[in-house]
């Protein structure tokens, strides 16, 4: 059983950035493709970012590739999520996900984090 747990959210001015950061216990943290998702409320979650095992692959939501960027320190047992250039319709709640292979499907992901708020002022 593999427990995840966020930081690193909070609210910030459109344009500003923030690290998001998810630490895992309880499994083999470099055996799981690592993924950040986005919720808000009413709507379906929605992927933002998948990152392989090694760190060396990764894919990004269209609307944030080149602002985020994911990564993985196997060593610490965390994955990151740096959000740049970040606008109103980012405001989300973000959570990482673990799962088996690299994928933007929800149902990939057996282990979830609780969440983290991010909030862009216009």
């Known amino acids: 059983q593999v427990q995840l747990v966020e930081s690193g959210g909070g609210l910030v001015q459109a344009g500003g950035s923030l690290r998001l950061a998810c630490v895992a216990s309880?499994?083999?943290?470099?055996?799981?493709?690592m993924a950040w998702f986005r919720q808000v409320p009413g709507k379906v979650r929605e992927f933002v970012c998948a990152?392989?095992?090694?760190?060396?692959?990764?894919s990004y939501l269209d609307s944030v590739r080149g602002r985020f960027t994911i990564s993985r320190d196997n060593a610490k047992n965390t994955v990151y999520l740096q959000m740049n250039s970040l606008n109103p319709e980012d405001t989300a709640v973000y959570s990482c996900?673990?799962?088996?292979?690299?994928?933007?499907?929800?149902?990939?992901?057996?282990?979830w984090g609780q969440g983290t708020q991010v909030t862009v002022s216009s």
């Open positions: 996900a673990a799962g088996p292979r690299r994928s933007a499907q929800i149902s990939e992901y057996a282990y």
């Open positions: 990152v392989s095992t090694s760190g060396g692959s990764t």
């Open positions: 309880g499994g083999t943290f470099s055996m799981y493709v």
